[in-house]
């Protein structure tokens, strides 16, 4: 088509600058006929202006420039001023309007104001003697009754029933005599019928009662009328009981539709009919199951499972037939024939039946077993030489042969079953343990050595795990040459030459965790061929003999490993030690003079000699080696030993001559000025003591001991203010110290202010949330209702700290729940076994509720453990009369001083 243009021919109606159709204004309103009628004004009161009336500003539509911009500003700057010219005489108006608004309408609180200055003259009789405030509530509400239910007689239920019966036809006397003698519901006063709709529910629970007495009969003994209801069992069966609702019929009658169209399509697929029985089995119809599978065993007679699944379903005395049947179909089925033994009740059908099994399958490992189980061993050791002819490959039969065989009989079967078998491990194993418990050990090595080149050359990867497994299992069943055997020719089995030691040091972990002690002490033995001059080696293997091993293992050890480390002084004191315990006086103080000529300025072997001396009784002795020891070792502990040693010979100016020449060498080290403030309180001069503490204090400003004997220095004098002022010192220069805080809390509520002492407890836990000795106190400083609340708080924040452990253990001690006070006192000691205190509660606990048995076990274990810390254990401990005592003597005493319950 032409002679006409198109908008696309001539582009865009405006240009590109154009103001959109957004900032167009809306067009005019049509007017009507009147053109002179004004336009509808809104007249709402949100559109009324005091200055300009309703409708805004009459010159609203008008554009708005910069001369009306700038009109506007100089209008609002003169209203401005103006009103700032009237502000003050407008407060002063609203001011005044207030006050008297404050005068008609006074407030409550004024109102009483004058009475309340009133009360302040009181007297304290006129305030006891006022009133209480009655109840102004009513009588039923101040004393509420429970409502009351009556139950509603049969014949107001029967009425009720009567009276909402309808019914849609006449009868026939209502037709003949228009309703004169028509039943009136629910009565018979005055009428000649009966109701048709008159229920009697009396009647009814008399045949409920009737039917219940009835069944019960039933289930009742005949002869002695006795019960034969099981009491226990009756509620589970009822649970078993199968019931169905309508949506679970429902899916049942889908599944048996689905399933009969599984097996009606392939009536060869066994699980379809195995389904279909089962779910006829789960729906209580047993006979249809049985039904069921019998068809699935005509349609499918080589299908092990549907038989098997038929023998299941059939009941005892038809299962034999079934069974019988199924094997005629299927002779070489071993679970057939093994469900055909299991059916049968005595050993000699079950040992026909394995054998007529057997030679329908010979090659069956599972039958061989289960054969040679039912037989004795002579009968089992002939059918085993069968049965490894029969089945050559089975590893299990030729060591259950050469197990039944003398030894050099089973030496040939298992040079046989090597031969049949040369890729399996444990058959080597077992030929080592016939040569150890024949006392052949020197075989055991070759045989273990010959086993891993024979494996290797068979291209059996070895494993050193398994390898270690099957040493922890030789060494269970007591076959220790060979378990040391295994793991010398294993252990270094594919490892860097780098790793050896760490992994070495991880096997002996696990083997010492499982309990397989003689396969941990092959492995450090090995380690040490390796490493000899590995301390840490030696201590371990040191360890493992004193807490698994023999004194004599232990000492022999600790020879060598002194021969290899000189230089190591536990070691060195480790023999001493073990000597001096076994009582053997002499050889440790000869094996710590060798230490000496190995270490000469050792401290550890200077004063091990002193205590070795001073336990038995060679004080002299002791003196002089402590003189020889500060010439040519002259270190802080020597010094402070030999004034421990003058102190408890009870030569304190001896052992204040000691000290003061100490603190010129050592003027720092804290516990001398510790041991001379207590000698000094020891003699009774409270000032030196004093003085002592003093300097201790300011050279050892971070030692908490001595700000705490200051403290109780001042408390036992009756100082209790300085006391309070030393700990504040000690907290400021000491921060979050937990000893601190804890005796200033016990300063406050040992001297009856126990609001002081909860306020500096929560500023204590506040600031040490996870310290132990805080919660453990602030546990027993609360009221008995409110003990166990705080003690679960404990154990949230301190789970595995001993003191809280102890105190949760006394809560459930105070509470008389005994067996739960020793399983706590118990993970105390696990957890934390240096704290004597917790072993002295559990000892006091066993004392007062255990055993004999249960006090020396404490006894022992507490004896091993050694606890040196604890605050009645270091009371006691360090106690001058009982500084010769040892660990079984101290225990007794500190459980004496405990309080166990509070």
């Not at 910069?66 to 502000?87: L, Q, S, T, W």
């Not at 009328?225 to 009491?231: I, K, L, R, Y």
């Not at 000691?658 to 720092?668: C, F, G, N, R, V």
């Not at 050892?700 to 010192?729: D, F, N, Q, Y």
Request: aromatic share 6%; proline share 4%.
């Amino acid at each position: 088509a032409t002679g006409f243009t198109t908008r696309s021919d001539i582009g865009p109606a405006r240009e590109a600058s154009d103001i959109s159709d957004e900032r167009h204004p809306k067009p005019p309103r049509k007017r009507g006929d009147d053109d002179d009628e004004e336009e509808e004004v809104d007249l709402n009161d949100s559109n009324y202006d005091e200055f300009s009336g309703y409708g805004g500003s009459l010159f609203s539509k008008g554009p708005y420039d910069k001369d009306d911009e700038e009109a506007d500003a100089a209008f609002d700057a003169i209203d401005k001023r103006m009103d700032e010219r009237r502000k003050e005489r407008r407060e002063k108006r609203f001011k005044e309007e207030i006050e008297k608004y404050r005068q008609e309408r006074p407030k409550i609180q004024q109102q009483f104001s004058d009475l309340r200055r009133e009360l302040a003259t009181v007297s304290e009789d006129a305030w006891r003697n006022i009133p209480e405030v009655g109840d102004i509530r009513n009588k039923k509400q101040r004393n509420p009754r429970n409502e009351k239910f009556t139950p509603v007689p049969d014949s107001v239920l029967s009425k009720g029933l009567a009276n909402s019966g309808s019914t849609n036809t006449l009868d026939r006397r209502q037709q003949q005599l228009g309703g004169f003698q028509t039943p009136y519901p629910g009565s018979m006063s005055g009428f000649n019928t009966p109701s048709s709709s008159e229920l009697d529910l009396v009647r009814i629970g008399q045949a409920r009662s009737t039917l219940v007495g009835v069944k019960l009969d039933q289930v009742s003994d005949s002869v002695e009328g006795q019960t034969v209801v099981d009491p226990k069992g009756y509620l589970t069966d009822l649970q078993s009981s199968t019931s169905f609702a309508n949506a679970d019929i429902g899916d049942i009658k889908k599944a048996r539709l689905l399933l009969n169209s599984v097996t009606t399509t392939n009536p060869n697929h066994g699980p379809g009919w195995i389904a279909s029985a089962r779910l006829e089995e789960v729906t209580g119809r047993m006979q249809k199951a049985r039904n069921v599978i019998t068809k699935g065993c005509e349609a499918c007679p080589k299908s092990e499972d549907v038989w098997l699944e038929a023998i299941r379903l059939q009941p005892q005395e038809t299962s034999l037939s079934i069974v019988s049947q199924a094997i005629r179909n299927m002779p070489n089925s071993v679970k057939l024939w093994i469900r055909a033994s299991e059916l049968e009740e005595e050993i000699i059908s079950k040992k026909r039946v394995f054998r007529r099994a057997l030679e329908q399958i010979p090659n069956s490992v599972r039958l061989w077993k289960e054969a040679v189980e039912l037989e004795d061993p002579e009968d089992a050791r002939i059918m085993l030489s069968r049965a490894v002819e029969c089945c050559p490959h089975s590893v299990d039969l030729w060591l259950a042969l050469a197990r039944l065989e003398n030894y050099d009989n089973a030496r040939k079967v298992l040079n046989k079953a090597r031969e049949n078998i040369p890729t399996d491990r444990q058959i080597w194993i077992t030929a080592a343990k016939l040569e150890e418990a024949n006392d052949n050990i020197t075989m055991v090595d070759k045989i273990i050595e010959r086993a891993i080149a024979s494996l290797k050359a068979n291209m059996v990867e070895i494993y050193r795990d398994h390898w270690i497994l099957d040493a922890e299992e030789a060494e269970r069943s007591g076959s220790i040459h060979t378990c040391q055997a295994i793991i010398k020719n294993v252990i270094g089995v594919g490892i860097e030459e780098e790793d050896l030691k760490d992994t070495w040091m991880e096997d002996a972990e696990s083997c010492i965790a499982h309990g397989a002690y003689a396969c941990a002490r092959a492995i450090y033995a090995r380690s040490l061929t390796v490493f000899p001059n590995k301390k840490g080696i030696w201590l371990r293997a040191a360890y493992l003999e004193k807490n698994h091993g023999t004194k004599e293992s232990l000492e022999e050890l600790l020879q060598k490993a002194v021969a290899h480390c000189p230089k190591a002084e536990v070691l060195w004191l480790m023999g001493a030690k073990s000597k001096w315990l076994s009582g053997d006086i002499q050889s440790a103080r000869q094996i710590l003079a060798l230490a000496f000529q190995a270490n000469p300025n050792s401290e550890e072997i200077w004063l091990a000699a002193v205590k070795l001396e001073s336990e038995n009784n060679e004080d002299e002795r002791a003196r002089i080696l402590l003189q020889k020891a500060r010439s040519t070792a002259p270190t802080a502990r020597v010094f402070m030993k030999s004034a421990n040693l003058e102190w408890c010979l009870n030569k304190l100016d001896g052992a204040l001559a000691l000290l003061k020449d100490a603190i010129e060498h050592y003027p720092t080290f804290a516990k001398f000025y510790m041991m001379i403030g207590q000698i000094y309180e020891q003699i009774g001069d409270t000032g030196k003591a004093r003085e002592a503490y003093n300097d201790g204090v300011k050279k050892c400003p971070k030692s908490v001991p001595l700000w705490l004997l200051s403290s109780r220095l001042e408390i036992s004098k009756g100082e209790i203010t300085k006391a309070r002022s030393l700990i504040e010192r000690g907290r400021s220069r000491n921060p979050k110290c937990p000893e601190l805080w804890l005796h200033a809390v016990r300063i406050e509520n040992e001297h009856g202010n126990k609001p002081m002492g909860k306020s500096l407890m929560a500023k204590a836990l506040q600031e040490n949330s996870d310290s132990g000795i805080l919660w453990a106190e602030a546990i027993f400083m609360e009221t008995r209702p409110v003990r166990r609340t705080k003690s679960l708080d404990a154990m949230k924040r301190c789970e595995h700290d001993a003191h809280v452990l102890v105190a949760v253990a006394r809560l459930f001690w105070s509470e008389s729940k005994v067996t739960k006070a020793r399983e706590w006192f118990h993970r105390a000691v696990k957890i934390d076994p240096d704290n004597g205190d917790a072993w002295a509660y559990l000892y006091k606990l066993e004392l007062q509720h255990g055993t004999e048995a249960q006090q020396q076990s404490i006894l022992k274990k507490c004896t091993t453990a050694e606890p040196h810390h604890g605050e009645v254990w270091t009371v006691v401990s360090k106690a001058k009369e009982n500084w010769r005592l040892k660990t079984d003597e101290l225990l007794p005493l500190v459980s004496a001083k405990l309080t166990a319950i509070v």
